[in-house]
């Protein structure tokens, strides 16, 4: 008897015998768009996305902690499904990873000291901080660190910032809302500001930030793709950006 009962629950309830978990890595340490709050929890602009697309797609979801440079590495590795950390869609990682529709699309800048040069040659001798593996840190070689600026990479933003405060840099090298978020609009941040123009060179910073699957993964990509743009036609995700930022976050169109 109790076996037949096993079998006809089986039966009626096929879904909780079979639930779908969509396992998200993410590094927690990039706020607004993610970080861990005092319980542990992810937080943020991306986990509520990685939520609401989980919501969407009907599936169980999990956020799995994973510092910046080592995403790409853990998602080959079978440690999650995809990556959703405000990682920049750019034709090298292209060779590597598959990635949906961008998900928002902002610009980088220069974090200093009001007053500061920052040209091409404005940091001769001095140093920027920017975030390991990151296309910022690509493009602050290529443009600050062979004019003569020593490029320092950091495992987390924040750190970058104290020691900026500390006089060990320079500059600090972000995308403008982690910028304004994480740094000027704190007290510590009196006294420095964005100084010159906004980077986005394509060819450095791709075409906005999407979500990476293993190469060849088209179903999960399809799958993230259609749910990515629901949010966007029923108004999810413009609930979700004005609980984090009062301006566009996803750019013009596509």
């Keep these: 008897m109790r076996l037949n009962v096993l079998w006809l629950a089986a039966l009626c309830f096929p879904a909780l015998l079979h639930a779908e978990t969509l396992r998200f890595g993410m590094d927690l340490n990039y706020p607004p768009f993610s970080w861990q709050d005092s319980n542990g929890q992810p937080q943020g602009f991306d986990a509520d996305i990685a939520r609401a697309l989980c919501q969407d797609m009907q599936v169980d979801c999990r956020i799995v902690p994973q510092d910046w440079d080592g995403l790409i590495k853990a998602l080959n590795l079978g440690k999650f499904d995809a990556i959703l950390s405000s990682m920049q869609i750019t034709p090298q990682r292209r060779q590597e990873l598959d990635f949906t529709r961008r998900y ?5 800048r220069i974090v200093t000291r009001t007053g500061t040069d920052v040209g091409r040659h404005g940091f001769d001798g001095q140093s920027i901080g920017v975030l390991r593996g990151s296309t910022q840190a690509s493009f602050a070689h290529d443009y600050w660190g062979k004019a003569g600026a020593h490029i320092v990479a950091y495992d987390k933003v924040p750190a970058a910032f104290t020691d900026l405060m ?3 840099l320079a500059a ?4 403008n809302v982690v910028g304004s978020n994480s740094f000027l609009c704190k007290p510590q941040g009196k006294g420095y500001a964005f100084i010159g123009p906004k980077f986005d060179d394509p060819h450095y910073f791709g075409e906005g930030a999407g979500i990476a699957v293993k190469k060849g993964d088209d179903a999960l990509r ?6 990515i743009a629901h949010l966007r036609q029923n108004g999810v995700y413009q609930q979700i950006e004005r609980k984090y930022f009062n301006f566009d976050i996803y750019g013009s169109a596509p």
């Design 104 to 108: 928002y699309h902002i610009a980088s």
């Design 166 to 168: 500390r006089g060990k």
């Design 172 to 175: 600090v090298f972000v995308d």
């Design 222 to 227: 399809q799958r993230l793709d259609q749910a």
